[in-house]
């Protein structure tokens, strides 16, 4: 796992009630823990999603891309990491998942997310300036 431009990184381990019927994680149970690290992302950089929701922004997908490269197991660790940039008025989240003990790469995704700001399309100047120094 090498990447200089990761900003956030965070462990997970994976349940076993995330598995299907192949023993590998279900690929729709990816978009859970690209979503957590996101969360925690946020959480992390000083503007929770709970802060957001007060502060009237409301963070919307508007796409996902994933390439499932390797499969996580039963008692398998992953490294969910991720980077952010802006463009125009959506934020574009890269986030790769490892798995911790081999290094192998199991997803790579690009995230993109916009704002609503009383149901409307913003740029939310708010998530700018609390995520500025690391875009």
Not at 8 to 25: C, F, K, M, Q, T
Not at 41 to 58: E, H, P, Q, T
Not at 65 to 71: A, V
């Given at each position: 796992?090498?990447?200089?431009?990761?900003?956030?990184?965070?462990?997970?381990?994976?349940?076993?009630?995330?598995?299907?019927?192949?023993?590998?994680?279900?690929?729709?149970?990816?978009?859970?823990?690209?979503?957590?690290?996101?969360?925690?992302?946020?959480?992390?950089?000083?503007?929770?999603?709970?802060?957001?929701?007060?502060?009237?922004?409301?963070p919307v997908?508007?796409?996902?891309?994933i390439d499932?490269?390797?499969?996580?197991?039963?008692?398998?660790?992953m490294l969910?990491?991720?980077?952010?940039?802006?463009?125009?008025?959506?934020?574009?989240?890269?986030?790769?998942?490892?798995?911790?003990?081999?290094?192998?790469?199991?997803?790579?995704?690009?995230?993109?997310?916009?704002?609503?700001?009383?149901?409307?399309?913003?740029?939310?100047?708010?998530?700018?300036?609390?995520?500025?120094?690391?875009?």
């Amino acid at each position: 796992m090498e990447n200089n431009d990761y900003i956030y990184s965070l462990e997970i381990a994976v349940r076993d009630y995330e598995l299907d019927s192949e023993g590998i994680v279900n690929n729709a149970i990816y978009l859970h823990y690209l979503e957590l690290t996101r969360h925690e992302f946020c959480k992390w950089a000083g503007y929770s999603f709970k802060a957001m929701s007060a502060d009237g922004i409301v963070p919307v997908l508007s796409r996902v891309e994933i390439d499932y490269k390797t499969p996580l197991r039963s008692g398998d660790v992953m490294l969910s990491c991720l980077w952010v940039e802006a463009r125009g008025v959506r934020f574009v989240f890269h986030q790769d998942i490892y798995n911790k003990l081999t290094g192998d790469v199991a997803v790579k995704a690009i995230v993109t997310v916009v704002s609503l700001e009383d149901g409307k399309l913003s740029r939310s100047e708010k998530l700018f300036k609390a995520f500025d120094k690391w875009l």
